[in-house]
């Protein structure tokens, strides 16, 4: 599967049945493994775009801006344990 590619699945997750959708995104994932680098970029770039378009029109209507939920405590300590790795495997 290539990124450019004019795929269109036949449903989609949200409207699929649970055991449906649990067989979709098993091969969604499939297909985002076998993406290049850049094509994993340039997915990643249009779900930015999208983003912020989106973002931009909710302002635009007079909607407050989003506000992102906190990261879980568990994401913080990943990360400081990652960062505490990293600064040993550089002092090694």
Do not use: V, Y
Not at 23 to 37: C, V, Y
Not at 63 to 86: D, G, I
Request: proline share 9%; aromatic share 4%.
């Amino acid at each position: 599967m290539s990124i450019d590619d004019d795929h269109t699945p036949p449903h989609t997750a949200a409207n699929a049945l649970p055991t449906e959708a649990i067989i979709q995104a098993k091969d969604n994932l499939a297909d985002l493994r076998a993406l290049t680098m850049e094509e994993r970029g340039k997915l990643i770039k249009m779900a930015c775009q999208a983003a912020a378009r989106l973002e931009r029109s909710k302002i635009l209507s007079g909607l407050p801006p989003s506000q992102p939920a906190p990261w879980p405590k568990s994401t913080w300590q990943f990360l400081k344990e990652h960062a505490r790795n990293a600064q040993r495997s550089a002092t090694d």
